[in-house]
């Protein structure tokens, strides 16, 4: 972490800056007169009170009151400390921040994590377009219906058959040591090292500001397990973080809705087809976390399922996280594709229109939610008019009172 950012510097970045042209790559604008509006990203509305003025290099919300340069959006929009988000603009400013020297808090300790992953992910390319074995993975993405563009637009990668194919390139003992704290390889009980991707496709995952922090694997032979994610590790979260949002941010806020699937695949699969405002879970089930950050990009979620049990259960889970998010203009919704369907074979045998169509009829939690307790209950029997009541009480009370 570096010490304290010269006032000079920030003064040059800002000078350099477009702050309509910051916030329009994380929000679309549209031209208002001689200023700029949005819905406001901070808070939920219909009409746009969020303005970006040009001239004053400032915006403000009229509805909220937020206001600030493109520092502070950043900041607020990424979750950003300060000096995070002069990093983040310098780098796009082509500015150099100044090193003033280490802050008193020490060294960054994520900063060799994040540069080992970066590099990973690097030789993970390389390899899929290189190695003697990686026509069978590229055979299978094609058979996927993905494009060479698709492969590289989410730098897929391939991590070869073997132990110690990438631990072989540390070189040295202190990279060794970051690789398992990147949760890259595992230390044997019996001396030595064993990399923890082996013959599977490789799909990187990125934090907001689109840097590797871990990656998702899938076995391409048969065993088990068929998908591996990276453990957790001081840059990885699971519960926080969503495959894909990093690129997804723009088209969710355009479109005002982002969509739920349950694999890396069926990302890739619409993105194909030009449906990009969509990210997935890591193996894990639906956070409050997932959903505050969805929902400051866009009043509205659809969670896409497979319509057999396992992703019923996942959607019921979704449901009763999702009940206390739900503010004035927020609207959860369900999609459950039937069985042996998921977004991916749905949209390539199909098409995106049909895809389009099937999100547009998606189930309000509200709906969900009530078909859920009735199928518990016996509604015609008093004793089932109270075991329903029962049920209902508890769920609704954890929805927030309107204003």
């Known amino acids: 972490m570096r010490g304290r950012i010269p006032r000079e510097f920030i003064d040059e970045l800002l000078a350099r800056l477009d702050v309509v042209e910051v916030i329009d790559r994380r ?103 290189s190695h003697s074995d990686a026509s069978t993975t590229i055979a299978y993405l094609k058979q996927r219906g ?24 540390a070189g040295n003992e202190e990279k060794l040591d970051l690789m398992v704290k990147a949760g890259l390889i595992s230390k044997r ?22 840097r590797v922090i871990a990656f998702g694997g899938r076995l391409l032979d048969e065993g088990e397990p068929k998908y591996l994610n990276s453990p957790e590790t001081p840059v990885f979260h699971k519960g926080s973080e969503l495959y894909n949002l990093h690129r997804a941010r723009s088209a969710i806020a355009q479109q005002q809705v982002s969509i739920v699937v349950e694999g890396y695949m069926d990302v890739l699969a619409l993105a194909q087809h030009g449906i990009d405002h969509c990210v997935a879970t890591l193996g894990t089930a639906t956070t409050a976390t997932h959903l505050q950050r969805l929902f400051r990009l866009a009043p509205s979620i659809v969670f896409c399922f497979d319509g057999d049990r396992a992703g019923r259960d996942a959607a019921g889970r979704a449901l009763e996280i999702a009940l206390p998010s739900l503010e004035s203009g927020r609207q959860v919704s ?46 015609t029997r008093m004793d089932g008019k109270a075991r329903l009541a029962t049920l209902t009480r508890p769920l609704i009370s954890r929805v927030p009172e309107g204003p």
């Open 334 to 379: 369900f999609l459950f594709l039937p069985d042996g369907e998921d977004p991916d074979s749905v949209v390539r045998d199909q098409g995106a229109d049909t895809f389009r169509a099937l999100i547009e009829s998606a189930t309000p939690l509200p709906d969900l939610l009530f078909d859920t307790l009735l199928n518990q209950t016996d509604p």
């Open 27 to 129: 929000v679309p604008l549209k031209k208002a007169g001689k200023d700029f509006k949005a819905c406001c990203p901070f808070h939920n509305e219909k009409t746009p009170s969020f303005t970006v003025s040009r001239p004053k290099q400032f915006y403000h919300c009229f509805g909220c009151g937020v206001s600030g340069t493109a520092i502070t959006f950043l900041m607020e929009f990424e979750h950003l400390s300060f000096p995070e988000a002069v990093e983040e603009l310098a780098g796009e400013a082509g500015l150099e921040v100044p090193d003033t020297g280490p802050a008193r808090s020490g060294d960054n300790p994520t900063l060799p994590l994040l540069e080992i992953l970066g590099e990973t992910s690097r030789y993970y390319k390389d390899q899929l377009r």
């Open 189 to 210: 009980e019996s001396g030595g090292h064993y990399d923890r991707f082996r013959a599977r496709v490789i799909f990187p995952i990125h934090d907001s500001k689109g």
């Open 146 to 169: 993905l494009t060479g563009e698709i492969a590289a637009r989410f730098d897929l990668g391939y991590a070869p058959t073997g132990w110690d194919n990438l631990s072989s390139t």
